[in-house]
């Protein structure tokens, strides 16, 4: 929260589009995730030469479950050779990889192989790539209100002393800072169930390209404009 304007350490990302972008070129949806996951890779390498030291993605969301089955198949291939080949280099530069959502809902073999990026990355700490897999921020609350209700239930803490510190210790993202940036690619202006508290002060940034074709300089962009802005944090 007392973060300066010039120091961006947390970007999160909403990658929209792969489907029209696709589509737009007469191409498989799945074409358009699979550019969309090269993508990712130089996103991240471009945040972390601007300095950025969060960089939280929102890969697929527990409404995306919805979705035809061939799809989910095809990202959960393509999530599994990602786990493989790309973010196994990320790994080798540093990157510490880790996963927010309710992964249990998974296949076993990617989270297994999940735990064991994020066990293999963890003290890696160029920047962290946090990727939200399986994630709804609704059901993150309502996991974290649980967890809380149980501390209270064993009696380690009593009601009067829950406050926002305690809550936000329980979510996925206990210990990482809230992200200063929000893009969302594709032109739509939606915040779609992701990070509903930890975006309660961020700045957001709606970029018209599609994630396949969002690239560095719309990132610096971005930035740039970031800095120009006034965060206030309901004061005056
Ligand atoms: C939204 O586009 C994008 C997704 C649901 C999936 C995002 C996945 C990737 C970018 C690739 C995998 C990433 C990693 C980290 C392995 P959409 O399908 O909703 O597009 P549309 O709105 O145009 O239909």
Request: charged share 35%.
């Amino acid at each position: 929260m007392n973060n300066t304007k010039d120091n961006i350490r947390h970007i999160a990302i909403i990658m929209d589009g792969n489907g029209r972008w696709a589509k737009k070129r007469g191409l498989p949806r799945s074409m358009g995730h699979r550019k969309g996951a090269e993508v990712v890779k130089e996103i991240c390498q471009a945040a972390g030469d601007a300095g950025v030291k969060y960089l939280t993605l929102y890969a697929f969301s527990t409404e995306n479950w919805k979705r035809p089955q061939e799809e989910v198949d095809s990202l959960m291939d393509l999530l599994r050779q990602y786990l493989k080949s790309d973010l196994k280099e990320l790994k080798e530069k540093g990157v510490c990889i880790r996963f927010i959502g309710e992964r249990e809902m998974l296949p076993p073999d990617i989270i297994k192989n999940m735990e064991k990026l994020e066990a293999e990355t963890a003290n890696n700490d160029k920047m962290t790539l946090c990727i939200a897999l399986s994630y709804g921020s609704r059901q993150e609350i309502v996991h974290a209100a649980k967890k809380v209700a149980e501390l209270v239930k064993r009696g380690d803490i009593r009601i009067e002393d829950i406050d926002e510190k305690i809550f936000s210790d329980m979510l996925y993202t206990h210990d990482i800072p809230d992200p200063d940036i929000l893009i969302r690619t594709s032109g739509e202006q939606r915040i779609s169930n992701y990070l509903l508290w930890q975006l309660a002060y961020s700045e957001f940034f709606f970029v018209e390209a599609y994630w396949p074709d969002f690239t560095k300089e719309m990132l610096n962009d971005v930035i740039e404009k970031y800095k120009t802005r006034e965060r206030r944090y309901g004061k005056l």
